[in-house]
Every structure is written in structure tokens, then in C-alpha cells.
């Protein structure tokens, strides 16, 4: 009961920032790059990374660190998979990303088994900066079509950029 009384709350906290005085296409951004760095496979930089993106671009951080942490389980998912990708797009040699593979190495040599474990993790990094770019341009202008056809399209310039023919 606490858990949903919590949730219900955060999630009004949430609809007041967006019913904000803030444009629909810096919230759809906001939403993007919080998703985006929510999900990369590198745990502990997504917070100074959301405060880093939300001064660069001067966005609403608190709007990044929510969605950031909303999307926390799909990071968890996500870890070995942007790993194995990383893996098989950038590795020349042929290894098996397992977690049996890893234990023997680590039983083998521990500082090896740390340094493999980074490269790999760096793989995995490198994967999640090509997937990232897409992910956030999909959900930015999923996110602006939403909130364009709640508010009933009122900002021009953001249905300007949805309307356009260079879209098409």
C-alpha cells in the first residue's frame, strides 16, 4: 500500500514538471537523454552524466534523473546484452562472454580477470554510444508527438518540426 500511496506521488510530482512552463520539445528531450543514460551498461555515471547533459543543453535535470530512474531495471536487463554486442561488434578475437569463461579467468589471474572485465564493460559502453543516438531521437519525437497531441499542437515551433516534409 506504502509502495503505490509512494509511486502515485512521484508520478503527480512528475505530471506538475511537465505541465510546467516548459516548452514540449525540451521536456521530449529531457525524456530522451534520461532514458538513453538511464540504460547505459556502466553503473554509477548516470547521475553525473544527467547533470552533465541537463546543463549542456539546459534542460530540466530533475525531469532526467526521474526518467533516468524510472528506466534503472532496464539497465539491469540491458547490461549483458549491450556487453555481448559490444563484444562481437568490436572484439578481433573470438571469446565467449560468459560468466563461467570469467570465473576461470579470475581464478587464473585476478588483475587479468579486472582488466578483461573492463574491456569488455568498454565494449559494451562503445555499443550502448551507437544504439544511444537513435534511442533518444525515437523517443524525443515519440515523446513530442504525445505531448504535441495532448496539448492539442499549441507550440508552433514544435509542430513545425513534426509537420515538416523533411520528416517524410
Known sequence: M???????????????????????????LAIGIGFSLGVIPFFGVNIFLSFLFAWIFRLNHVIIQFVNSAVYPLQLLGFVPFIKLGVGWFSNEQMAF?????????????????????????????????????????????TLVVMNHRNGANDEEDATIINSPNMA
Open 98 to 142: 560468459s560468466g563461467r569463461f570469467l570465473l576461470g579467468v579470475f581464478k587464473e589471474d585476478v588483475i587479468g580477470g579486472i582488466r578483461l572485465l573492463g574491456i569488455w564493460n568498454l565494449y559494451g559502453v562503445l555499443a550502448w554510444m551507437i544504439l544511444s543516438v537513435p534511442a533518444v531521437i525515437l523517443v524525443y519525437y515519440c
Open 2 to 28: 506504502k509502495l503505490k500511496v509512494w509511486a502515485v506521488n512521484h508520478l503527480n510530482r512528475f505530471k506538475e514538471l511537465v505541465a510546467a512552463e516548459l516548452s514540449p520539445s525540451k521536456v521530449a
